[in-house]
């Protein structure tokens, strides 16, 4: 579908994606993790898209397994939600992720 | 106003209240701290109010100065969202709180 297509083109034009929702704590973890990781991802907000806020959620669940949000993707790679990607900041492996990824 | 008079009778005939909601992985980190402590709040779900549910967070916010969720109330007295609990909790200072509600 049109939908899918462009969830794939922003996740591979794009190191650091992050699907979102402007009221929800645990997406503006992740957004302020990677702004002090000195990233700057590419944030769709999907509360702000209208009807095609929902549409969209239900596409990445299609594509990632994964309904909620904050919905993460690093050099195309799904990483999963807020609690995933803090996982990965603690075990040391979020920086060398993000670094491959801006290399690409 | 009627919904004012139904919170205030809410909070003081109840030893813990959370208004909340479902999907909102803050409110589920409040209702789980409260678990873990043996504690069985009354949890109000405002996404599952229907138009009463917005009507209620707005007037939260005219009581508590509080619009967003969870809005945390033990022994009637207002402690503010899930920051703010896991905060007292750090402190050792939310189960004297909570001893205290209950024997009210
Ligand atoms: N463990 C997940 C939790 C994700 C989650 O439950 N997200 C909630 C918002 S905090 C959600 O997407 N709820 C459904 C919705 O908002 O449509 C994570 O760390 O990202
Ligand atoms: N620091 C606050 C954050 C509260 C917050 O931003 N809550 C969000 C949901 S996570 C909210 O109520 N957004 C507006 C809404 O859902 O109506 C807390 O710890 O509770
Ligand atoms: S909506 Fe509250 S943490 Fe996501």
Same mark, same amino acid.
């Given at each position: 579908?049109?939908?899918? #297509?462009?969830?794939?083109n922003?996740?591979? +034009?794009n190191p %650091?994606?992050?699907?979102? !929702?402007?009221? /929800?704590?645990y997406?503006?973890?992740? !957004?302020s993790?990677?702004?002090r990781?000195?990233?700057? &991802?590419?944030?769709?907000e999907?509360?702000q898209?209208? &009807?095609? =806020? &929902? +549409?969209l959620q239900? %596409?990445? #669940?299609?594509? @990632?397994? +994964?309904?909620?949000? &904050?919905?993460?993707f690093? =050099?195309? !790679? $799904?990483?999963?939600? /807020? @609690?995933?990607? %803090?996982?990965? $900041? $603690?075990? =040391?492996?979020?920086?060398?992720l993000?670094?491959?990824a801006?290399? +690409?």
């Open positions: 579908s049109r939908l899918i #297509e462009s969830v794939n922003t996740v591979f +034009q %650091v994606v992050i699907y979102s !929702k402007t009221w /929800c704590s997406s503006l973890e992740v !957004k993790l990677f702004k990781l000195g990233v700057e &991802p590419l944030v769709i999907l509360d898209l209208g &009807p095609q =806020g &929902p +549409q239900r %596409v990445l #669940e299609r594509l @990632t397994g +994964q309904y909620t949000v &904050p919905n993460i690093i =050099g195309g !790679k $799904h990483i999963g939600g /807020c @609690t995933d990607t %803090v996982k990965l $900041h $603690h075990k =040391g492996e979020l920086k060398s993000l670094s491959e801006s290399k +690409q």
